[in-house]
């Protein structure tokens, strides 16, 4: 039995919980089941290094789960997202968390390790998405930053959630800028849009490097030109040769805003505050979408 869940920053201060200031508030409630060092070994990720209560560039501070639930019957949050580092038992965990969010009537999300087909059933009546952590867009790099895991255990996650829960219903997460180049980010894109997901992108970051922002904007235009019908070759020639052709795109805006589960902004996952935001949570200003225009070579 849970009975504390770990909880972003920012969800705490949206909750009452916690007296935090913030440029950007959450539009999703999000939390974690708490746990010693994940097994998963990411070399990304400070759950892999025992530092369990920070995840990307966010502090989690630990409440009462009957609180943290108390809270949310009185937020006009939607979404409440459940994350899980790779714990001892932590199918059962999640199962018993989700169950206690369900009284809260608000949609559920799952960004975890890879579930069995019985624990996706068991759930599936009460989750509305499932998040899955493809990352790095290519095996060789996949089994580097991830070395506790088969590098296709993700993929295959990706398609059985997808079984059990229907296409539109699972996002598969993809971080740019772990040695990959935009064409094999996008057949990457292509491949996790062929079998019916949608496709969350990140920005990859570590403590000693991170993922060069004009790059990212690239990476963010292939995307969204794949998830549009273009071909990767296509969608590549048009980002490198072709930037003129862009911009009725970028004036659209919303392909760099976070993208994913319905509702969710995620402030600060990839983005350090004080700086221009990689993912926006929210819709973006007309100086933005010029600034952009600009790293982008659009005219």
């Known amino acids: 039995m849970v009975d504390s869940l770990r ?12 007296d935090t200031e913030m440029m950007e508030e959450p539009t999703t409630a999000y939390t ?7 097994r998963g070994g990411c070399t ?6 025992g530092d369990s209560k920070w995840l990307s560039r966010v502090s989690w501070p630990e409440f009462e789960l009957d609180d943290i639930i108390g809270s949310l019957h009185s937020t006009e949050l939607k979404r409440v997202c459940l994350q899980s580092p790779d714990i001892s038992d932590y199918e059962r965990k999640i199962v018993g968390v989700v169950r206690e969010l369900e009284r809260t009537g608000m949609s559920i999300s799952l960004s975890t390790p890879p579930l069995t087909y019985e624990t996706l059933e068991e759930l ?3 989750v509305d998405r499932v998040g899955v952590g493809i990352d790095a867009v290519t095996d060789q790099k996949r089994s580097e930053i991830k070395p506790n895991y088969d590098p296709k255990v993700f ?11 229907g296409q539109e219903k699972v996002t598969a997460h993809i971080m740019a800028g772990v040695e990959d180049n935009l064409l094999q980010l996008a057949y990457a894109v292509n491949r996790a849009n062929y079998v019916g997901a949608e496709v969350s992108l990140f920005s990859y970051r570590t403590k000693e490097k991170e993922t060069d ?23 590549v020639w048009i980002t490198d ?3 003129s052709l862009l911009d009725d795109i970028i004036k659209e805006g919303d392909i760099f805003q976070t993208q ?33 225009k600009e790293e982008l070579d659009v005219i």
């Open 260 to 292: 994913g589960c319905p509702g969710c902004n995620r402030p600060y996952y990839t983005t350090r505050p004080g700086k221009e935001h990689r993912n926006y949570p929210r819709e973006l200003t007309v100086e933005e979408l010029e600034s952009i």
């Open 241 to 243: 040769q072709e930037p």
């Open 155 to 165: 993929w295959d996650y990706l398609g059985r959630a997808i079984d059990v829960l």
């Open 44 to 49: 990304f990720c400070p759950q892999a290094m």
């Open 7 to 18: 909880v972003s920053s920012g969800t705490a201060s949206v909750l009452g919980l916690k």
């Open 124 to 126: 599936q009546s009460s």
């Open 213 to 235: 922002l004009d790059y990212y904007r690239r990476a963010q235009v292939v995307t969204h030109l794949v998830e549009k019908g273009k071909e990767p070759e296509e969608a």
């Open 32 to 38: 974690m089941i708490p746990g010693d060092s994940c």
